[in-house]
């Protein structure tokens, strides 16, 4: 089971004659956990969304499962690829669950009703993002992390192989983050989804992925395992400032830690 | 009360309305005028082509408002969108006042339809076209393009005023006012045809308008063709304003009223949303025309009249209300 979930050839994107991303190639196989890393402005979640046909006037070839992106239908990408926006938006009206079944768009005709095996995919996506119990709730008086999880769980229902979420952790406490991070990683083991993760932190990035890509400037810096990138000089590369480093005490990975302010 | 039966409500509250307004006006009609098929009295006569059909094209009038109104603000994510505020009333007027001037001898039947229709389209693709060449749709530039192309389409009107003669111009005036005037069947019959064609799309539209309403990011991700979804909906709407345009006039404010006052009694989920809007559209346009056509005795006052005092205090109290307004 190699196959190849996303392959990228010389993907450009430019916007009023700026250059976002230049030359882009790297290629996800099925089931794996790719995280993408790199500063602010570079290009991270033009991709993502160039990935999920927000942005479609971009050049290059993007393949995904062996066919052209251009070629799927927005309907039947969205049952092989969706994108988890950093945040949804505050005002969203709908309850949980009504957003959630909303994610079973792809798999329903525009006239046909929900059936009992949707309800089922939906109740079963609640229950594994812990969504269920605040099912009733409406989506605008949840709180950040709660939002993220039911953002999670409208994925989860939409049934798509292939996850692209942009920095899904971003704005949580530690609890949540550890929730999304761990519920991503059982996602993954569960139903073999693959993962894209665009990511601020280096540490659960290393601490979860299989491979890492780094952009800086719309370029490709560097592509390894983790422990290729725990590397001062590559670190001083990509982000132009240097890191300290320490032992994780529980996997003895290397991980960042934060500095000392003067 | 929980969502399905409010959505009966409103039927019940529609159905009620067309059966009733009908007899109400300055001349008493029996219940008896019901059953006068071969129009022998008077009171049948009134009934059947005046007040029947009058009080049938103000419904479809004001569910073909609604219907657009709904589809709009969902696509704009903007409560403040209608054909009125975008300038698709104001193109559909345009065509029609053309129409009026310079057309009006021209011995097709219905061909200020084809003016009117003309007329909304043009201001779609101009509304559509200034957001392309600004790059990007944003829901701001929309609307601030939507009042531009109102303004302009305003100022030919005045212009065409101007150069018109004084009977032209009256009559123009009197239009421009929205009033609902009919002579048998024959108006409703077609603008049946309009709203239900316009009305049909937009319903297919339900679950796209669902994800659009949130985010156009979200409802990509979820398989919404996002681009083609705004371009069946301009011409549907494009086609309902134009029939309404036509036989009615501008009439504002009830596709901005009618989708709001439904939001608050059936929720956002457009599967109910657009048909109790469109239900609802039409009952409130009858009762304004019943107002209209009862509250001066001996006149008949333009409906517009009354769907604008109501309509102009209820959009300054969503502008205070409503955040997602300010959101431009």
């Known amino acids: 089971m190699n196959q190849t979930a996303i392959e990228i050839k010389d993907l450009s994107f430019a916007i009023a004659g700026k250059q976002i991303l230049q030359r882009i190639c790297f290629s996800v196989s099925t089931g794996k956990r790719l995280f993408i890393v790199g500063p602010n402005g570079a290009g991270k979640t033009t991709l993502l969304r160039c990935l999920s046909r927000i942005i479609t006037n971009w050049h290059g070839t993007i393949q995904v499962k062996d066919k052209n992106l251009k070629a799927y239908s927005q309907k039947n990408l969205a049952k092989i690829l969706t994108y988890v926006p950093q945040v949804l938006p505050a005002d969203i009206p709908f309850t949980v669950h009504q957003f959630v079944l909303m994610a079973r768009y792809p798999h329903l005709s525009p006239f046909s009703v929900v059936g009992p095996e949707d309800e089922k995919v939906v109740s079963e996506a609640m229950e594994m993002t812990q969504t269920a119990c605040f099912a009733e709730r409406v989506m605008a008086t949840l709180s950040g992390g709660e939002r993220q999880q039911v953002s999670i769980a409208a994925a989860l229902a939409q049934q798509a192989e292939i996850f692209l979420l942009d920095e899904p952790a971003t704005y949580l406490d530690y609890k949540h983050q550890r929730d999304i991070h761990s519920l991503l990683a059982k996602i993954n083991k569960t139903y073999g989804t693959t993962i894209v993760c665009v990511t601020h932190d280096l540490n659960s990035a290393v601490l979860s992925a299989d491979t890492i890509i780094a952009i800086k400037e719309g370029k490709i810096v560097f592509e390894g395992v983790p422990k290729e990138i725990m590397n001062e000089k590559t670190l001083e590369e990509i982000y132009s400032k240097k890191f300290d480093f320490a032992m994780h005490p529980v996997t003895g990975q290397k991980i960042i830690v934060p500095d000392v302010i003067e | ?328």
């Open chain 2, 1 to 328: 009360m929980n969502k399905k039966n409010i959505f009966i409500s409103i039927i019940v509250f529609a159905l009620l309305v067309i059966l009733v307004t009908p007899f109400l006006g300055p001349i008493k009609i029996p219940f008896s005028a019901l059953t006068d098929f071969g129009l022998n009295t008077i009171a049948g006569k009134i009934f059947y082509t005046f007040r029947l059909p009058r009080v049938l094209t103000a419904f479809l009038a004001g569910a073909a408002l609604a219907c657009c109104g709904v589809a709009l603000q969902a696509m704009f994510r903007n409560p403040l969108a209608e054909p009125f505020t975008l300038g698709i009333c104001g193109g559909a007027n345009f065509g029609t006042a053309v129409y009026l001037i310079f057309a009006a001898s021209i011995p097709i039947p219905h061909c200020g339809l084809a003016f009117s229709f003309a007329g909304s389209l043009a201001a779609v693709l101009l509304v559509y076209g200034l957001t392309k060449i600004k790059k990007g749709f944003s829901v701001g530039t929309m609307l601030l393009a939507g009042i531009a192309v109102n303004f302009f389409f305003s100022s030919l009107i005045l212009f065409l005023q101007y150069i018109s003669d004084f009977t032209q111009s009256y009559k123009m005036i009197h239009w421009l006012m929205g009033s609902i005037d009919v002579d048998g069947f024959k108006t409703p019959g077609v603008l049946f045809v309009f709203t239900a064609i316009g009305a049909a799309i937009v319903a297919a539209q339900n679950a796209n308008l669902n994800l659009m309403s949130i985010s156009d990011e979200i409802a990509i991700s979820r398989g919404v063709n996002v681009k083609s979804a705004r371009k069946i909906i301009f011409l549907a709407t494009s086609v309902m304003v134009a029939g309404v345009v036509a036989f009615c006039g501008p009439i504002g404010f009830v596709g901005l009223m009618a989708p709001q006052i439904c939001r608050l009694l059936v929720g956002h989920d457009h599967k109910i949303l657009t048909p109790a809007s469109i239900l609802f559209g039409g009952a409130f346009l009858v009762l304004c025309d019943t107002i209209a056509r009862i509250i001066i005795p001996s006149s008949q006052m333009p409906v517009g009249v009354i769907t604008a005092l109501l309509g102009g205090p209820f959009f300054i109290w969503l502008l205070l209300k409503d955040k997602s307004v300010s959101n431009l």
